[in-house]
């Protein structure tokens, strides 16, 4: 069928579906526009961007309408009909503005005098919030016109503290703080909110134009749902904006207009960035290279901005600048590019808010293994750009660029790939048998098609790969084996009994492909705007320039100590030693959020070491131990205060004051007979993710109950799908205290795992591996993308992952509250066990006053707030901080509808005890679990015997008792039956 013929048929599909009655602002509520949200991936007739342009008319009317800001028809907030704040000529803003929180919902009605399509021009002022990019949804008519509306980004501004200082003072370079091994420190970056003019992008990047909507003539309602953040509306644009002109054009009209090549260059140190998008993009430390600007071989110096935090589509930096003389200029990138083998990294560039020519919409940087100075031109040579005397605006923006046309196809194909995995899968099994013949093609006769289709679709994208390409890389060999692999399956539908594990393979090394090029990351160092023809060239670039650098670093490590991270305090009686044992990013943002505020606030010096935590307690024995240890297990606490190794809480007076900022669940694991051996740092717990698309194809709904379940997992496995949910404690400790079982007695003096309760959670655990057959082994995170888990149970924080590295499943998954145990009086009881990490005082320190009032900073909200931004900031999205303090959980950046499904799983939490002997616990339940559910073998004989659950329970339990008996006589406590009052 014909692209015409296609969207005629879209275009009356779409009249059809539009309502008979005009729409009235408030018709609505805020729970029918987030249903709407959490079903518009699997309804189909909401379409994608480009089959809603094809099925309008392309007219652009010209001129533009107005919407007042003030000029609102309905305005409510979690769901309550209310009036906005608002606030008169704020920040320079004519007019009254309308403050938007981030679960309210505003209407405007706008009258169309012209129809045709429209951009959305929003001028907004970032309001405070939780630091991160506000989310939007718009609805026109109370319908959602195609999805790339679903979720809109508008960023905030940000600088970063030395540069704006220096800016303020008049200095054209900024002062770099420094650690006292010379070192410079990250600078703070600081939120600059502005008014900001924002059209419509696409947040994912697929579509680098603005986004379009088309008006009949006549009254329409523009609803916008907010998503998160709050945010102050000063006014709404419809307009269609002018495109950029070809460069040969460009060029042309300036030499006819009397332009002259420019003499004189300018110099831009890029980590002088004035402004950025992101907290992720503050300036680097770089020293591969003598070519850097400055560089040093012993010192770690602010020289480059970007890098791994400069990757995602629509991030900006910006820079100022004065053009010396009216003139053209020519620019070259002191640039990095080696994170993208095989493909270029794109970046729009504009001058003064505005894109000087059509090339500059998506320039790309292609791989080189070093750093380049790249000048930036075409076929005819280098660019030349007009700038007139004076200041100016530089800013390069991250795009997928022409790049984003390959990575959609991809992404349709990924999907594509794994509906055909799905619908194998239900006839032949996950393991289907190599010499049977499934008649496939019989039973499947849409599935050649259906390859054919994908096949053309990826050998497309690898065409258009390989003409943007510079060098081949593993990238285009990944989509050309799913190729191949096709070209064989279409022969022989047959195959995929023999071929279907490396058929599933290949679909996630295509989505592992599609995360990846969805990066595109760029380290910039200096750009030169010069007269154009001239030749940029770094200093420091000749070979003995490198072999000096290179032996001068190599002489410096073995006298720098990198275990110490930033400044070191000597012969201080008084500072702390701080052990930490993750990485040292993490290590790098303690130091500095120490250094800004904890040591200038409370006079106390802390030397930071990056060390393996598995040598804790020898190095407390040894006594070369630290005074504060932080980011520790779960089960160290109690463990290290029954040895006397770490310090009971309760000799500070104010211990009371301190743990009101925690639940009650994560506390119980840290604290045992009257003591408290740490203070909390995270806390996670399971939540429940599901995939909207498969569970609406099998008319599957999301399970409530283990009684839902069980239902589930009989239609699931007519489908040869199953839950994700591999055998481990979490799990068992939701279903021991669902059934209202504990794990030990009031005295921690006996195990209760084998009482009533504690059975039927054991059977229950034990039967959802033996009569529903749940995998044990297979990654849970592979089967929810592929489907073969459509429902699976799992840390919270796997919601971070998803996020960052299943693109292709986006807006397919969502998550809540576990599934519940019905209790005879009707209620629903989900409750689960709490998880986390610790911070602990060392018995053998001499300084516990200065490290309580470490532990105290640590662990405050403020202080896990502004961890918790850098990390995100430093890493993305997978390294948000899953805090334990309540107030920094509740700073964190979540949208509306994940935050209150995340506060409803936290209503029922409860913590795991840490007793003695207590490691034994779940060790022996698993024992026992293997023993019911897979057998073990007799002594002298291949005959294996499987024990019943209560049988292999009650042994377990047996060993459990004996443990703590043993460890309480270690530390000198009474047994059962000793405690006082027995």
């Known amino acids: 069928m014909c692209r015409g013929a296609i969207a005629f048929v879209v275009a009356f599909a779409l009249l059809a579906a539009t309502p008979a ?4 602002p408030g018709d609505k509520t805020r729970l029918d526009y987030e249903d709407i949200l959490a079903e518009y991936s699997v309804d189909y007739s909401v379409p994608a961007y480009l089959t809603y342009l094809d099925s309008h ?12 800001a003030a000029g609102f028809a309905s305005y409510t907030e979690g769901g309550v009909p209310t009036l906005p704040a608002t606030l008169t000529d704020f920040e320079g803003q004519s007019g009254v503005s309308v403050l938007t929180a981030e679960d309210a919902v505003i209407e405007y009605e706008v009258d169309i005098t012209q129809a045709g399509l429209y951009e959305i021009n929003m001028r907004y002022y970032p309001a405070e919030g939780k630091s991160a990019e506000i989310q ?14 679903a979720c809109v980004e508008f960023p905030r501004i940000w600088h970063n503290e030395a540069v704006a200082e220096a800016k303020a003072a008049g200095k054209t370079e900024p002062e770099w703080a420094r650690d006292n091994q010379g070192n410079d420190l990250k600078p703070i970056m600081l939120e600059c909110p502005e008014w900001i003019d924002s059209y419509l992008y696409d947040s994912d990047g697929y579509i680098t134009k603005r986004l379009s909507l088309y008006f009949d003539a006549g009254r329409h309602t523009l609803t916008i749902v907010s998503l998160r953040e709050p945010m102050l509306i000063g006014g709404i644009t419809l307009t269609n904006g002018a495109q950029a002109k070809p460069y040969e054009q460009y060029l042309a009209e300036h030499i006819a207009a009397g332009a002259k090549d420019a003499s004189q ?11 950025t998008s992101s907290q992720m993009l503050y300036p680097r430390q770089d020293q591969s290279s003598p070519t850097v600007s400055p560089s040093s071989a012993r010192y770690l110096l602010n020289n480059t901005i970007g890098g791994g935090g400069w990757r995602t589509s629509g991030q900006w930096i910006e820079w100022e600048f004065h053009a010396p003389e009216d003139g053209l200029y020519s620019i070259t990138a002191h640039a990095l590019q080696n994170f993208s083998r095989g493909v270029y990294v794109s970046r729009k560039i504009t001058v003064d808010g505005e894109v000087p020519f059509a090339e500059f919409e998506d320039y790309g940087f292609v791989y080189r293994q070093n750093w380049r100075a790249e000048a930036l031109g075409g076929e005819g040579g280098q660019y030349k750009i007009y700038l007139t005397q004076g200041a100016h605006i530089l800013r390069f923006e991250a795009v997928l660029g022409s790049l984003s046309e390959v990575i959609g196809a991809v992404r349709d194909s990924v999907s594509d790939l794994n509906r055909i995995y799905r619908k194998v899968i239900r006839l032949t099994g996950v393991a289907p048998d190599r010499n049977r013949s499934y008649q496939i093609n019989r039973s499947l006769p849409e599935l050649k098609g259906e390859m054919v289709a994908v096949r053309d679709r990826l050998q497309w994208a690898l065409d258009a790969l390989l003409e943007t390409s510079d060098r081949r890389s593993d990238r285009e060999r990944v989509i050309k084996t799913m190729i191949t692999h096709l070209d064989e399956l279409i022969h022989d539908p047959e195959r995929f009994a023999r071929t279907i594990t490396s058929f599933r393979q290949n679909i996630r090394a295509c989505g592992t492909w599609l995360t990846q090029a969805l990066e595109q990351p760029l380290q910039l160092d200096t750009i030169t705007l010069h007269p154009p023809g001239e030749r940029v060239r770094p200093s420091g670039g000749n070979f003995f320039s490198r072999m000096w650098f290179e ?11 990198y275990n110490q991270v930033g400044n070191v305090a000597k012969g201080d009686a008084e500072a702390i030693t701080l052990w930490i044992g993750s990485g040292r990013d993490q290590a790098g943002v303690i130091k500095s959020l120490i250094d800004e505020s904890f040591t200038k ?16 307690l020898q190095a407390t024995l040894a006594g070369q131990g630290p005074d504060v240890a932080i980011q520790v297990t779960n089960d160290l606490p109690m463990n290290y205060g029954l040895r006397k190794a770490v310090t009971d809480l309760t000799q500070f007076s104010d211990l009371r004051e301190v743990l009101a900022r925690f639940r009650p669940s994560i506390m119980t694991p840290y604290s045992y007979d009257g003591a408290v051996y740490a203070l909390p740092e995270t806390e996670t717990f399971p939540m429940m993710f599901y995939r909207k698309d498969i569970l609406k194809e099998l008319g599957l709904g999301l399970p409530q109950t283990w009684d839902d379940v069980k239902v589930s997992l009989a239609v699931l496995a007519n489908n040869q799908m199953d839950l994700g949910m591999l055998p481990a404690e979490p799990i068992y400790a939701m279903l021991l205290f669902q059934n209202g079982g504990e794990y030990y007695n009031e005295n921690a003096t006996r195990s209760l795992l084998d009482n009533d309760e504690g ?3 054991f ?7 033996t009569d529903y057959r749940l995998d044990r082994e297979t990654s849970v995170e592979e089967r929810f993308r592929t489907g073969e888990a459509p429902i699976i149970i799992q840390d919270y924080t796997f919601y971070n992952i998803l996020q960052v590295s299943a693109p292709e499943i986006k807006g397919l998954w969502g998550f809540g509250p576990v599934p519940a145990t019905a209790r005879p009086d009707g209620t629903l009881d989900r409750t689960v066990g709490s998880y986390g990490s610790a911070c602990v005082i060392m018995s053998a320190s001499k300084v516990k006053d200065n490290a309580w009032q470490f532990l105290k900073w640590w662990t405050s909200a403020d202080t896990q707030t502004r961890f918790g931004r850098e990390m995100e900031s430093l890493m993305g999205a997978a390294a948000r901080h899953p805090s334990a303090n309540v107030e920094a959980f509740d700073r964190l950046p979540w949208p509306v509808t994940d935050y209150n499904a995340l506060s409803a799983q936290f209503a029922q939490v409860r913590g795991i005890p840490q007793v003695p002997g207590g490691y034994f616990s779940f060790r022996n339940i698993n024992n026992a679990f293997y023993a019911s559910v897979i057998g073990r073998s007799v002594i002298g004989s291949n005959e294996i015997v499987f024990e019943f659950p209560r049988e292999a329970l009650t042994d377990k339990v047996l060993l459990i008792n004996e443990e703590i008996d043993f460890k309480r006589r270690e530390f000198g406590l009474p047994l059962y039956g000793e405690e006082v009052g027995q």
Do not use: C, W
């Open 551 to 561: 032996l001068s670093r190599l002489f410096f490590s073995f006298v720098i100590d």
């Open 57 to 68: 008319p392309q007219h652009r009317p010209s001129g533009q309408i107005s919407i007042d």
């Open 21 to 24: 009655f005009a729409y009235t």
């Open 136 to 149: 939007r949804a718009f609805f026109v008519n109370g319908e959602l016109p195609y999805r790339e509306l």
């Open 265 to 275: 260059r300018v110099v831009i140190q890029a980590q002088n960035a004035v402004k």
């Open 601 to 616: 606030e409370e006079n106390i010096n802390v030397n930071v070491m990056l060390v393996d935590m598995g040598t804790l």
């Open 759 to 761: 059975y039927l959670a």
């Open 763 to 769: 059977k229950l655990y034990t039967e959802l591996y």
